[in-house]
């Protein structure tokens, strides 16, 4: 779906990648690029959903000193500079669960995240995200896979989430994603339901965008950006690959949200 | 059994939803498995003639003497085919996934022993396999990456995160997440979720059920089992038929590496530094930070270097049927010396954990009773690692000429016979 003559884009970003005030000028980027939601992912030392691009952008945050504190200091500045665009924390259940659900979720109500996106607590056994999301107004974004078995499926559309983020390919991030007719089957089973769909996994173009934007309400695109920040990234002199990153980002955000 | 997956608190199925499928069909899959007779009857004969089933239970009589107290058994996996316990799962699982109809099989492996023996089953069943094994375990490793090789498997070395088991288990997770439409994830251990916690109890089952009906036999008094605890796969299999009863005692040997400190050990249950979390596809006991990051283990033992444990060995921890001790490295290494020298067996470091904690409480346990130490696995594969801390200078003179040899392209024959730069000169004659 499609709104002010653009594509909405979701797009995505590991906070402290390749260092806190670089991923800030990614943001910044993104949001100049047309993105409607960022998708903001504190890093966790084993991100089994995560492609190789996002899992080494992860494990060079953590290298760099990453912690869940200065992740979210991270989502408070973005917030701060673009408060009206809706920020979505992605991580693992484990940076969720050991601080406490409840305790992490207010948290991260205090920076301005609006929805969370933990892929490996299911939605069904939450350990109690949803509840303590709508506690403290915010949005629990489960994720919902092809392989999902119609029964299951049904089941989270009639748990009226508000987003639903729909992962395209069997697999997980970073690869090739083929738009075919079974993919768009998939979204169109959402149709249904009242959730909005933010649909991707493995976006890189704007035609994959373009092919997907009449069946989802955002299209979902990060390891396309990870990837770009990883060639432009030259650690010995960061002033000349902030500005690089910062342009190539723009530019992709805006092929990808373009009609 | 669990209860939906669960046991206590600890257990579940904590995957992204696209794995959510292929475990339930594994599950339905196992349990009409467990229900079909000819899966069973083939099990049983493959047990018996390929792994070489039942493993003795060997009565240490020389150290029972010289402890001077309870009666020390030691039950003898690390004789089962490819050198230890894993074998049990590994050729259990790839069975079921043949009858699945699947066609590929991946597995990750930390030291190489559950690879190892992953080929060696996946080799007997006629099925392709793919073993994940983090980069610098690839390097640490090459034994058993040259005997995988051999089976016909192909060894991917990860070169994700720290390079190491957990990493090799989230590339092995993300294939199957691919592929799972023809490919099993044949787990190594007891954990990850429902239903391999089950699943590899199951399998590993057999262990405990032979020590039953051969302690019967022999009209034995268990006072206590020892085990050693990674993730826990030939503990939960030695400990399963006793873990309804009150006795005998059941205790884990943890690896207590260079000491207590942070990042010296790898104790999730008997110290305090282990958290609740959630990793891995499972709820449990975790060496997690505050933040809840995996943390750095340590261990002597590659198969005890693991940050999380079992589920099911989590929960009967907790409710206290099972005791945890951690061994440190020091205390395992003096273990395998003594049952090397005074019974002519050789443990595996991480089955010498489990041997330490029978050295410690053999003499308060009264000389009619008897302890059982699971040796879930045999020290040939430790020579690289036990060599350096007995004979330092012998070793390192054997690697150096080995190194040269192959260097040289020197027949065995001729190698040790003259040093390397007399063999110079006389080649350059």
Known sequence: MTSQNQIRLM?????????????????DALVRGGSTFLEIQLAFSDPSADGPAIQNACAHALSNGFSTQKGLAFIGEVHQRHPEIPLFLMTYASLAYTPGIENFIKEAKKVGVTGVIIPDLPFDQDEGLTAACKKYGMENIPVAAPSMTPERLNKMIDAKFTYIYAALRAGITGSETTIDSQTLQFLDAFSKGSSKILGGFGIRSGSQAKQLANHVYAVVAGSVFVHEITTHYNPQNENESKMKIASAVETKAKEITSL | MSHNGFFGTFGGKYVAEVLRKPLDDLEIAFDKAMQDPSFLEELRTLQRDFIGRPTPL???????????????????????????????????QALLAKKMGKTRIIAETGAGQHGLATAAACAKLGLPCEVFMGEVDVRRQQPNVAAMEMYGAKVISVKSGSKTLKDAINEAMRDWAAHFDNTHYLIGSALGPAPFPDMVRFFQSVIGKEVQEQSQERHLDIAALCACVGGGSNAIGFFAPFIDKDAPRLIGAEAGGIGPGQNENAVRMSGSAAKDGIVHGYKSRFLLDDDGQVAETRSISAGLDYPGIGPQLADLGKNGRIEFRAITDNQALEALQFFAKNEGILFAME?????????????????????????????DKDIFITSPVFRPFEWEQFLQSELD????????????????????????K
């Open chain 2, 58 to 92: 060997y009565f240490a009589e020389n150290a029972t003497k010289i402890l001077g107290g309870a009666q020390i058994y030691i039950k003898m996996e690390g004789l089962a085919h490819t050198g230890a316990h894993k074998i049990n799962n590994a050729l259990g």
């Open chain 2, 351 to 379: 089955s010498a954990h489990a041997g330490a904690v029978a050295l410690q409480i053999a003499k308060e346990i009264p000389k009619d009773k008897a302890i059982i130490i699971n040796m879930s696995g045999r020290g």
């Open chain 2, 405 to 428: 040899r192959l260097k040289q392209g020197t027949d065995i024959h001729y190698a040790e016979s003259l040093p390397t730069n007399l063999k110079k000169e006389l080649e350059n």
């Open chain 1, 11 to 27: 797009s995505h970003l590991v906070a402290g990648y390749p260092n806190l005030d670089v991923s800030l000028e990614v943001a």
